[in-house]
């Protein structure tokens, strides 16, 4: 007998139908003897669809009412999931996150959890009740509600799971688990059947959507190991782990990628001490968070600096430098809003070398020019035109034979 936290995603809730289905794959897993609290997300497209009705009112609402607004979407599922789950004659309760006691900071529309207080959740498990809680909700110290920001419900489920030292925390989507690229891509994706939290960080930070961010950092902060699995299928899904705890050594585990990027270029940029800074300090006070960066001296008097950021925050960006540039007698401001970010991640990469020189070699043979380039211990970040981004990503795929990991599960992708 064990406790589960299990965590079920919003295309699992999408319909009265999948609920009855998510109701018994429940009822099945407390008649194994297992003890279960349950995280619900809202039913698919809710949450968008709450967001888009305060924004024809506005473009700006007061972020405690938004939170007030987007945490009903999960009220809805968790109460008519407890309802179907009493339906087939299986005790349930269902909470919001102010109930339970989801403490949060007051950080509106991106809350972080503070405290999960676990007596209630106790209290009802000891009386056999099946637990079923409201993702992505909280609630601060004045009592307001509160929300985790977008794809929240993987924190709350590991914020509860922690709380209760479950062994694992399970998230239930509409995905077999994480795979070495995007199968909608690179149809010979290959499942992982499990892959290291710094691994999953990179992956996830650099556009894999599966699991919230915030969710994995908790996790390895609490040694509790997550698992993705679909709860369409009955296959084990990817268990995210400590990296001792990886099974199959393997070089590098996937590629992540992400097509919304610009490169801005500053030529002729005078060299002198903090400069840059003054560039980036103008950026940073818009807002606007950059990612690769990259400066090179022309001559003794000047340098090429670029960087590269979010394409939405471009036309601002450009804006801004400018304006900048003619203060500051740089010479010209050019950039790139069709470049995408290709990125490979292996922790497998540390003890190897060897790494970046194949992943390059595999874009030359497939004549995609690379434009830029960074590193990390166990990260190689190429950013190529848009238009290459696919072939790139399965050039890179197959030279380091990601298609070919043995004993893998195919993609089997369900219709949403
Ligand atoms: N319902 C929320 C969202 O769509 C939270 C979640 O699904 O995790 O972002
Ligand atoms: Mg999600």
Known sequence: MALLVQKYGGSSLGTLERIKHVATKIIQAKQQGHQLVVVVSAMQYETDRLIQLCHTLTPDPAPREYDVLVATGEQVSMSLLAIALNTKKCPARSYTGSQIGIQTDSIHTKARILEVKTELIL???????????????????????????????????VAIAAALHAEECQIYTDVEGVFTTDPRIIPNA?????????????????????????????????????????????HPGTLVTFEDKIMQRRLVSGIAFSREEAIIALNGVPNRAGIEGQILGLVSDANIEIDMIAQNATDKETNDFTFTLHRKDHPKTLQILQQLAKELGIASVKSNTKVAKLSLVGIGMRSHSGVASKMFQALGDVGVNIQMITTSEIKISVVIDEDNLERSIQAVHSAFELDKLPSEKKPSLMEV
């Open 123 to 157: 209290q009802d498990l000891a009386e056999d009740y099946v637990v079923i809680i409201a993702g992505f909700q909280g609630v601060n110290a004045r009592g307001d509600t509160t929300t985790l920001g977008r794809g929240g419900s993987d924190t709350t489920a």
């Open 190 to 234: 290959r499942l992982l059947s499990q892959i290291s939290f710094e691994e999953m960080l990179e992956m996830a930070s650099l556009g894999a959507k599966v699991l919230q961010m915030r969710s994995v950092e908790l996790a390895s902060k609490h040694n509790l190991p997550i698992r993705v699995l679909s709860t369409f299928s009955n």
